[in-house]
């Protein structure tokens, strides 16, 4: 019978994601805790990404609600849960914070278009913030700036994501670029979901790259001195998103029909370099 934290080890490796890598050097209790939550994060995302009826998804997502409601008072039964509560008191870990990412998957099943980068701003705090923000306590955060630099940190790597995502998200009738910001660019909606690549799309996507390298530099900025060494798993998830934002400048912004990935080995080789030599590519 597969125990709890088997569960979350299988769920977080099979997703194949950058965190992955940047985990694999924490201690094993600070690892064990940042697993759970992320497939705490990786159940709720599934359950908007899987699931095509939006109604069966609300009540998933409402059985979501419940399961963290009833963890926190000492219930868990959710192999997630049951292994990421023993870490709850340790890193100081709070209900809401896992109701905001049930919150911003809900957001997904609402909402296709965002009007301006404030409406989607608050969407990516949601589900990336508010996920930097638990990740900085479980690595060890000392210093309450360090949330600040979280928050932005989250915000850069789910704009990165929004970039990679622009060709698979319209598949699903998702656009997650501020519609006065398609306008600006003259971009029509209908030419994303049809998926034609133009020298005005291009350009488009060059304007939301530089918003992305710009919270990078932002939270790089914003983290304080004391936390640098603790935060080392963060800088590493930025070495890899980063170099995949690059890549994706690149290949011209070749997002709309294919998605653009770092091979697992480039991605461990990057993690490594913060790790061993505290440089980030």
Known sequence: MT????????KAAASGSSFYYAFLFLPRPRRAAITAFYAFCREVDDVVD????????????????????RAFAGQPSHPVMLALMPHVPHYGLKASQL?????????????????????????CHLVAGVVGEVAALIFGQTDPK???????????FQLTNIIRDVGEDAMRGRIYLPVNELQQFDVKAHEILNRVHSERFVALMKFQADRAHACYDDALALLPAADRRTQK????????????????????????????????????????????????S
């Open 3 to 10: 125990t709890p934290e088997q569960y979350v080890q299988d």
């Open 50 to 69: 899987e699931v095509s009826d939006a109604g069966v998804a609300r009540t998933k997502l409402a059985w979501w609600r419940g399961e963290v409601a």
């Open 99 to 123: 109701e905001a990412v049930i919150e911003g998957c809900e957001m997904d099943l609402e909402q296709t278009r965002y009007l301006d980068f404030p409406d989607l701003r608050r969407y």
């Open 146 to 156: 360090t949330t600040e630099y979280a928050h932005k940190l989250g915000l850069a």
């Open 233 to 280: 798993p963060g800088l590493m998830m930025a070495s890899i998103y980063r170099t995949l934002l690059r890549e994706i400048e690149r290949d011209n912004f070749q997002v709309l029909d294919r998605r653009v990935s770092l091979t697992p080995l480039r991605k461990f080789w990057l993690a490594w370099k913060v790790q061993a030599l505290g440089r980030m």
